[in-house]
């Protein structure tokens, strides 16, 4: 049996939720049983979250305008892709779910905030929309599918936000539920990112959690492998829109995919690694545009012959926030508060710092999270900034992080020092800097104007630019 999980990159609209159609056919009719996991279509949980802060600020307008965009691309999504009978239950469906989202959001208005809470109530309806609307397509196809909401086989704690399986439930649930699917020749397509707790009430796995929620569904079902499906040939050596000399990394073992996915490698959820492993279950990283690709593989043993290399993790659309302290009113407690209030408030923080001697906090944190997080901490901060404690809370331009991870026991070990010469010697301005105690990663902070010339420069420099062409890109 293969789990796949299709991200939002794969299902964007129509025509990427026709293509997805016609590669799970394919390997469907060669015989395989087959299980798909789905995120929503692309944006649209970013767009579920605007509408609820939009609300929560008082702009009723901006989240109503927000929604009637989203049903209208969901109805154009259908018109595309599902007979008269499909679409009309579908677009029922849709209205209910909608009309739910405006509830809440007139709820959030009333109250001025959004608590995490209460956003896990609405946070999945774009999985739910997606999975009925891929489902629809493979039955288009005369593929025999059933849409199924994780909320009836993955059961969390109740860690909002950011919840956690409890796993002998849940794979109770899910083997009672998928396997008399599969074994009928149905293929269930199960909504990514979204759970429920043991009393139902909605949960969600972490910001791009539907590569867990594949990962604990194969490994429930004692998988073969679980494949996940993006817009690149799996884990490279830096994103190929900047440097077109990146190379495939053709095998990973577990701890090496885990170690690039909570740097920031965008193809892979950082909780996805756990449940595999722990079965045993060979993870493969493949291109929905190109599923001639073989891809990724990650597993326990990749292979001794394989040449192992670092590789560079670019992420941009971030910002810096900074906490700053006045003299010696500054204490640890400072940065807990920070962290536990925006935790509470849904806001990721991908990567912090600390100064004593400047008593500041840094945070990296998404260019569209930069108002509520500054709003959330000037709040939570606001007897201490009007007693002069703080001296500021303030947002410090638009940056990006560029993270170098190297294989421990390798030659690839030498990167940091490598990584810190190569910067240094072609001048480029680090803003902060977030070393590993393991001494094989290093992360930088640096603005996203210098973020392409900084990966080029750390990809050369490393003797990445001179490794053997991937075969298959050779043949594209």
Request: aromatic letters at 4%; hydrophobic letters at 40%; a negative charge.
């Given at each position: 049996?293969?789990?796949?999980?299709?991200?939002?990159?794969?299902?964007?609209?129509?025509?990427?939720?026709?293509?997805?159609?016609?590669?799970?056919?394919?390997?469907?009719?060669?015989?395989?049983?087959?299980?798909?996991?789905?995120?929503?279509?692309?944006?649209?949980?970013?767009?579920?979250?605007?509408?609820?802060?939009?609300?929560?600020?008082?702009?009723?307008?901006?989240?109503?305008?927000?929604?009637?965009?989203?049903?209208?691309?969901?109805?154009?999504?259908?018109?595309?892709?599902?007979?008269?009978?499909?679409?009309?239950?579908?677009?029922?469906?849709?209205?209910?779910?909608?009309?739910?989202?405006?509830?809440?959001?007139?709820?959030?208005?009333?109250?001025?905030?959004?608590?995490?809470?209460?956003?896990?109530?609405?946070?999945?309806?774009?999985?739910?929309?997606?999975?009925?609307?891929?489902?629809?397509?493979?039955?288009?196809?005369?593929?025999?599918?059933?849409?199924?909401?994780?909320t009836e086989l993955v059961v969390t704690d109740d860690a909002f936000g950011n919840a956690r399986p409890l796993t002998?439930?849940?794979?109770?649930?899910?083997?009672?539920?998928?396997?008399?699917?599969?074994?009928?020749?149905?293929?269930?397509?199960?909504?990514?990112?979204?759970?429920?707790?043991?009393?139902?009430?909605?949960?969600?796995?972490?910001?791009?959690?539907?590569?867990?929620?594949?990962?604990?569904?194969?490994?429930?079902?004692?998988?073969?492998?679980?494949?996940?499906?993006?817009?690149?040939?799996?884990?490279?050596?830096?994103?190929?829109?900047?440097?077109?000399?990146?190379?495939?990394?053709?095998?990973?073992?577990?701890?090496?995919?885990?170690?690039?996915?909570?740097?920031?490698?965008?193809?892979?959820?950082?909780?996805?690694?756990?449940?595999?492993?722990?079965?045993?279950?060979?993870?493969?990283?493949?291109?929905?545009?190109?599923?001639?690709?073989?891809?990724?593989?990650?597993?326990?043993?990749?292979?001794?012959?394989?040449?192992?290399?670092?590789?560079?993790?670019?992420?941009?659309?971030?910002?810096?926030?900074?906490?700053?302290?006045?003299?010696?009113?500054?204490?640890?407690?400072?940065?807990?508060?920070?962290?536990?209030?925006?935790a509470e408030a849904a806001i990721d923080v991908l990567m912090f710092t600390q100064s004593f001697t400047e008593r500041?906090?840094?945070?990296?944190?998404?260019?569209?999270?930069?108002?509520?997080?500054?709003?959330?901490?000037?709040?939570?901060?606001?007897?201490?900034?009007?007693?002069?404690?703080?001296?500021?809370?303030?947002?410090?331009?638009?940056?990006?992080?560029?993270?170098?991870?190297?294989?421990?026991?390798?030659?690839?070990?030498?990167?940091?020092?490598?990584?810190?010469?190569?910067?240094?010697?072609?001048?480029?301005?680090?803003?902060?800097?977030?070393?590993?105690?393991?001494?094989?990663?290093?992360?930088?902070?640096?603005?996203?104007?210098?973020?392409?010339?900084?990966?080029?420069?750390?990809?050369?420099?490393?003797?990445?630019?001179?490794?053997?062409?991937?075969?298959?890109r050779a043949k594209a």
């Amino acid at each position: 049996m293969i789990v796949m999980k299709f991200g939002g990159t794969s299902v964007g609209d129509a025509g990427l939720i026709a293509n997805v159609a016609g590669i799970v056919r394919e390997h469907h009719q060669r015989g395989e049983s087959i299980v798909v996991v789905a995120s929503a279509l692309a944006t649209v949980t970013s767009s579920i979250i605007q509408a609820a802060r939009l609300a929560a600020r008082g702009d009723l307008g901006g989240a109503r305008e927000v929604t009637s965009l989203l049903r209208d691309r969901h109805y154009a999504a259908a018109s595309a892709l599902l007979k008269d009978g499909q679409r009309d239950e579908f677009e029922a469906y849709t209205e209910r779910r909608l009309d739910e989202l405006e509830r809440h959001c007139e709820s959030y208005a009333v109250l001025g905030e959004v608590t995490v809470r209460s956003l896990d109530q609405v946070v999945g309806i774009g999985e739910s929309l997606s999975v009925r609307l891929l489902a629809g397509a493979l039955q288009r196809q005369a593929v025999s599918a059933q849409p199924i909401d994780a909320t009836e086989l993955v059961v969390t704690d109740d860690a909002f936000g950011n919840a956690r399986p409890l796993t002998d439930v849940t794979r109770r649930k899910t083997r009672s539920r998928i396997l008399p699917l599969v074994e009928a020749g149905c293929i269930p397509v199960v909504t990514g990112y979204i759970a429920a707790t043991e009393h139902g009430h909605p949960t969600t796995l972490g910001r791009g959690g539907g590569d867990y929620s594949a990962a604990i569904i194969g490994a429930c079902l004692d998988a073969t492998e679980v494949w996940v499906w993006t817009d690149v040939d799996g884990i490279l050596t830096a994103d190929p829109a900047l440097v077109p000399q990146s190379r495939t990394l053709e095998a990973l073992s577990y701890a090496e995919a885990a170690e690039l996915a909570y740097l920031g490698a965008d193809v892979l959820h950082p909780k996805t690694i756990g449940p595999v492993e722990e079965h045993g279950i060979p993870l493969r990283i493949r291109n929905s545009f190109r599923p001639s690709h073989p891809g990724t593989l990650v597993g326990d043993k990749p292979g001794a012959q394989r040449r192992t290399v670092p590789a560079i993790i670019s992420t941009k659309g971030l910002c810096l926030v900074a906490v700053q302290g006045n003299g010696d009113a500054w204490t640890p407690l400072i940065s807990a508060r920070t962290l536990t209030r925006l935790a509470e408030a849904a806001i990721d923080v991908l990567m912090f710092t600390q100064s004593f001697t400047e008593r500041t906090l840094s945070l990296v944190v998404r260019q569209s999270d930069v108002d509520p997080c500054l709003r959330t901490l000037r709040r939570e901060f606001e007897h201490e900034l009007n007693q002069a404690r703080l001296s500021a809370v303030s947002a410090r331009g638009h940056v990006a992080t560029v993270s170098v991870v190297g294989a421990p026991g390798t030659p690839g070990a030498t990167v940091v020092p490598q990584a810190f010469r190569a910067l240094g010697s072609h001048g480029l301005q680090v803003r902060c800097v977030a070393q590993a105690f393991s001494e094989y990663n290093v992360s930088f902070v640096v603005s996203e104007s210098d973020m392409p010339r900084t990966v080029r420069v750390l990809h050369r420099e490393l003797g990445l630019d001179q490794l053997p062409p991937d075969t298959q890109r050779a043949k594209a």
